[in-house]
């Protein structure tokens, strides 16, 4: 089935240093998605993307967060600078549509901010 | 205020038995409902998904009953597998056409051999 790859899929940082995570979403989906978990429990959103706008953002989305899609490329996921409550694992994901449609998930980074 | 709520916590079933994972919400607004399976180390994956204006979605062993009225919804295992252990998120989704899910805190099933 269609894949969103992530990479990498562990980094470990220094605190107050700035962190990229990269995304490859299926090839044909429009709307892209940011979400956290902690220690494997809820999956909390973070922002969506579309059309090259930030059309959604959670209390989670700090002012230290960002997100782009440049030239159709990689999305990611920016932290600058990072803090020790940022160590979680991310999970990208794409969607063809914004309603109503199966979002399919990458298998995550894992951060650790040290 | 947790829009989205799961219970049990853990849930452990023999081979064969049926697993049922309750899940509840608050927003009336939700009419989408997608449960995910999250094996460890990977990313949830879309199991089965319900409409509000449905009240029974079934795909093969998996099934989930709606209650609109009450803002329930369950999603039964039958004949439950060894390979059916796993985390079981049920989210929803609401008439925003953004696409953001908001996840319940999971259900982690172990069928027992």
């Known amino acids: 089935g269609p894949k969103v790859l992530q990479i990498p899929s562990h980094q470990i940082i220094d605190m107050g240093q700035m962190v990229t995570l990269n995304c490859d979403p299926v090839?044909?989906?429009?709307?892209f998605y940011w979400y956290k978990q902690i220690l494997g429990q809820q999956m909390e959103f973070l922002v969506n993307f579309y059309n090259g706008k930030v059309m959604e953002k959670s209390k989670l989305f700090k002012d230290q967060f960002s997100v782009e899609r440049p030239d159709g490329s990689y999305f990611t996921l920016k932290i600058q600078p990072t803090a020790l409550e940022d160590s979680a694992v991310y999970f990208c994901a794409s969607s063809f549509a914004g309603s109503d449609t199966e979002v399919f998930f990458g298998k995550g980074t894992r951060l650790t901010v040290v | 205020q947790q829009q989205v709520r799961q219970s049990p916590q853990s849930l452990t079933v023999w081979e064969g038995e049926t697993a049922i994972l309750n899940c509840s919400y608050e927003d009336s607004t939700f009419n989408y409902f997608p449960w995910y399976q999250q094996f460890p180390g990977e990313g949830p994956a879309l199991l089965i998904s319900i409409r509000s204006v449905s009240d029974k979605k079934e795909d093969g062993r998996f099934t989930i009953f709606f209650n609109k009225r009450e803002k329930k919804l369950s999603l039964h295992i039958t004949d439950s597998q060894p390979g059916d252990s796993a985390t079981y998120f049920c989210?929803?989704?609401?008439?925003?056409?953004?696409?953001?899910?908001?996840f319940g805190d999971g259900t982690v099933l172990t069928v027992k051999p």
């Open positions: 989210a929803a989704s609401g008439n925003t056409n953004t696409g953001k899910l908001t």
């Open positions: 090839s044909n989906h429009l709307y």
